[in-house]
């Protein structure tokens, strides 16, 4: 068998230290026919990584130098008789690539349309990595339109807030491009382009824009391929992230009656994981965006919402509520005209809504921010779960301005936000900061008692707001 060839050992690259091998992972296995041969490893021993040759990646356990072909970046995880081995908790870097949450989807486009979002990938590093570092990532293009003629200004951006789309304060990354040709490529590059620190993820976008020169009917979609990301682990050499291709959808250029299109997605200040009061009114609870192409106006008239979770959603949340977020900080902050329909109920436990006569328009090309909050009672169950989601991408239908299309759903969905009621309730010291409510006026304000905290924890803070307490009264 070649894995004790000893001639592999004068030219495999060592980069490794030794690996431990914990708790157990899809991802190593251990091939009997390779590891037992070694005299029964056990899933205690310790591994060096010697480094890969032509996708074979290199390993010695105590005894043993072997080799095994590799698919992903790890010791292959096909055939018949293995067993899972286990996670290395140093040594070897895991790190792979995906299409994000936000990855835009198949669109409508105008053969104008400036900054289209066309592919989002994510990066993700494992614990066990040390810092990747990616020098450059190429994008190739393809679809029926003239990607050199017709396509200028792709630009690489760190979308910081993974919605999607370019925000104010997010980085662009290299330079901006142009393709090669039709179905050419471009690349962008830096010293480092990206660092990506272990167990870490990172998401990028690419968008493009049309020159007006493509033709009705025309495609047009961007991939990052197989090779198409050059990167080295902390000791240089070069890594290959598992996971490519990750593809954009195709966008389609515009003709005629075609409506636009419509894509939602997670907002930026969206509050999901993070726990209420009960009691408290007009709670934001899911915000999300909704995004039109560049082809038409949509107005959206229609958002249906689908509760889950522990909470009794028809009992204990008393008014459901849509915002137009016009400033995008996730607060129903935005004037009288910013509540959108009409306030609703949920039909019961784990039930549906409707908003109906929204009326909320998104411009060709643009992107706005919708906000749900709930009014939970003041009895609302501590520690119960409530998720307000756009369960299907039916649940949300526009109308096209130009195009007269009455039936736009988007893309995107689902799209959702879960939250829990404080367990134990905190109302009795709230902060200045905090919402009304509560009951609790006879307490000084100011002091903030960590949550859950045991009675001996609260001994000197009770003692301090007492202090507070006399001195109010006395002034
Ligand atoms: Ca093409
Ligand atoms: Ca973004
Ligand atoms: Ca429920
Ligand atoms: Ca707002």
Do not use: H
């Amino acid at each position: 068998m070649a894995r004790r060839t000893v001639g592999f050992a004068g030219i495999v690259v060592v980069t490794g230290a030794a690996i431990a091998w914990a708790a157990t992972s899809a991802n190593f296995v251990n091939d009997p026919a390779e590891f037992d041969q070694g005299g029964g490893v056990a899933s205690s021993a310790s591994y060096v990584q010697l480094g890969s040759i032509g996708g074979t990646l290199f390993v010695t356990d105590p005894t043993n130098l072997i080799g095994r072909t590799t698919s992903t970046g790890y010791i292959n995880t096909a055939g018949p008789g293995e067993t899972t081995f286990g996670t290395p908790t140093t040594g070897v870097p895991s790190f792979s690539v995906a299409a994000g949450a936000s990855n835009p989807g198949a669109t409508n486009e105008s053969a104008s349309a400036t900054n289209v979002s066309m592919v989002q990938f994510r990066f993700t590093t494992g614990a066990a990595a040390g810092t990747i570092t990616v020098n450059s990532i190429t994008v190739t293009a393809s679809g029926t339109g003239n990607d050199g003629t017709q396509v200028n200004n792709v630009e690489l951006w760190n979308d910081a807030n993974t919605n999607g789309v370019v925000d104010g304060t997010e980085a662009q990354l290299g330079s901006t491009g142009t393709y090669s040709g039709d179905n050419g490529t471009v690349t962008f590059s830096g010293t480092p382009l990206i660092s990506l620190a272990a167990g870490s993820n990172t998401t990028l976008l690419v968008r493009e824009s049309f020159t007006g020169s493509p033709t009705a009917g025309s495609t047009f979609q961007a991939t990052v391929a197989v090779g198409g990301v050059s990167a080295v682990d902390s000791s240089s050499n070069p890594i290959v992230p598992a996971g490519l291709p990750v593809a954009g959808g195709v966008k389609t250029i515009a003709g005629g009656a075609t409506p636009g299109s419509l894509s939602i997605a997670v907002g930026p200040a969206n509050p999901g994981g993070t726990s209420v009061a009960p009691g408290v009114v007009d709670e934001r609870w899911l915000q999300f965006t909704v995004t039109a192409s560049s082809v038409e106006t949509i107005t959206v008239n229609t958002v249906r919402l689908t509760a889950t979770g522990t909470l009794d959603d028809g009992l204990e949340i008393q008014q459901v509520k849509l915002w137009n977020d016009v400033n995008s900080n996730g607060l129903p902050d935005d004037g009288g005209a910013s509540q959108l329909s009409t306030t609703q109920a949920y039909s019961g436990d784990n039930g549906t809504l409707t908003f109906g006569a929204v009326g909320l328009a998104v411009p060709a090309g643009t992107t706005v921010t919708a906000l749900v909050t709930y009014t939970l009672i003041p009895s609302a169950t501590g520690g119960a779960t409530a998720a307000a989601t756009i369960a299907a991408n039916a649940d949300v239908v526009g109308t096209g301005a130009t195009s007269g299309a009455t039936n736009i759903n988007p893309t995107g969905a689902p799209v959702g936000s879960l939250r829990s009621v404080n367990f134990p309730p905190q109302e009795v010291f709230r902060t200045p900061s905090s919402k009304s409510g509560g009951g609790c006026a006879a307490m000084p304000v100011g002091v903030a008692v960590p949550p859950g905290a045991p009675l001996g924890v609260l001994a000197p803070w009770l003692a301090l707001a007492a202090v507070l307490l006399l001195r109010r009264r006395r002034a």
